[in-house]
């Protein structure tokens, strides 16, 4: 699952664009929130994230610098924009920086899928371009997987990658395991949420184990 982070210092964006659209349906899960650029640095500096979704005007360090600052550091993130403001200077200095897409609130829920699904897209064949580094292949390889289980893809396209993402469809038969971890429903705290911070390096746990004695693909959803 790509990971996304969305900066914006409105609650009602903050709590409301989660439920716009079905992010898992996506390949995507929203894996923390910020209230403006700072945070969202903080937050990018110790986890990785590869979809950043993010406001222009914001108190402390708007989304222009935020852009910039993720530039400099050389972060290989795609940047959706979103803004109230309608002004082309607005714009022109973010497409300077290489974005995704600028959608103007309030947010169409088309637009919003068609701009995922193609930086999605976009993520996934740069990833097939260097599969040689063994994280890009995991995460192409658990993004193909959990659209394969949710059916979002067929059988065909599942099979046709396969071979490709080193996936073994030979078996007749494949053991499957579900490793639930509860959720805290009362905590509204920002950042990333408790639940990715457990469940990153549980199943980082579950991979090293089940690999050294068979072929798994663990995925999360």
């Known amino acids: 699952m790509y990971k996304v982070l969305i900066v914006d210092d409105e609650l009602f964006i903050l709590n409301g664009l989660p439920h716009v659209i079905n992010w898992e349906e996506h390949g ?23 979809i950043l979704v993010t406001d222009i005007m914001m108190p402390a360090m708007d989304g222009l610098e935020l852009i910039k600052q993720i530039r400099d550091r050389g972060w290989n993130v795609k940047i959706i924009i979103l803004s109230s403001h309608d002004d082309f200077k607005f714009v022109k200095e973010a497409s300077k920086s290489g974005i995704e897409n600028y959608l103007l609130k309030p947010i169409e829920e088309d637009e919003l899928s068609n701009t995922i699904l193609n930086t999605v897209e976009k993520l996934e064949n740069e990833a ?84 050294v004695t068979r072929t798994s693909y663990p995925s999360t959803a």
Request: one cysteine or more.
């Open 128 to 211: 097939n371009a260097t599969v040689q580094n063994h994280d890009n292949l995991n995460i192409v390889r658990e993004n193909i997987l959990y659209r394969w289980v949710t059916r979002n893809i067929g059988y065909d396209e599942l099979e046709n990658r396969a071979e490709f993402l080193q996936i073994d469809l030979s078996r007749e038969s494949y053991m499957v395991g579900i490793v639930s971890i509860l959720k805290n429903t009362k905590s509204q705290s920002f950042g990333i949420s408790s639940s990715v911070r457990c469940r990153l390096p549980f199943l980082t746990f579950v991979q090293k184990f089940l690999t």
């Open 28 to 50: 995507t899960e929203i894996v923390a929130r910020a209230r403006n650029g700072l945070e969202a640095l903080e937050i990018m500096q110790n986890h990785d994230i590869h």
